[in-house]
């Protein structure tokens, strides 16, 4: 049987003698968390289905895109408040020059 390398560190470091080297709960939980939610999904998860892997791919991009997209609206919201302000600037510049 091929376990995946995330598998079996996992398991190897559970299975230490030395009860320091092991990990806790807790690290266990998160690792496996990890592998599960797409992170280590185009490598390390050989046990599930391939459909649950394109699932875990596409909510993976899903997420990214809906990250990008957000950044990039705050991104635009700025700089359009910037150019209102330079606007605005320019605007005042124009009517301190011209003569009443």
């Known amino acids: 049987m091929d376990i995946a390398e995330a ?18 709960f807790d690290e266990m939980n998160e690792h496996l968390k990890l592998m599960t ?3 280590y999904v185009l ?15 596409v909510d993976h991009m899903f997420k990214m895109m809906e990250t ?16 209102e302000s330079e606007k605005r600037k320019k605007e005042y510049l124009i009517a301190r020059l011209l003569p009443p």
Request: net charge neutral; proline share 6%; hydrophobic share 25%.
């Open 7 to 24: 598998y079996l560190e996992i398991m190897q470091r559970a299975w230490s003698e030395k009860p320091d080297h092991r990990p806790t």
């Open 37 to 39: 939610m797409g992170k």
């Open 43 to 57: 490598n390390y998860l050989p046990f599930s289905s391939s459909h649950h892997r394109k699932t875990n791919i």
């Open 68 to 83: 990008y997209s957000t950044e990039l609206e705050e991104q635009v919201s700025a700089r359009t408040a910037e150019l």
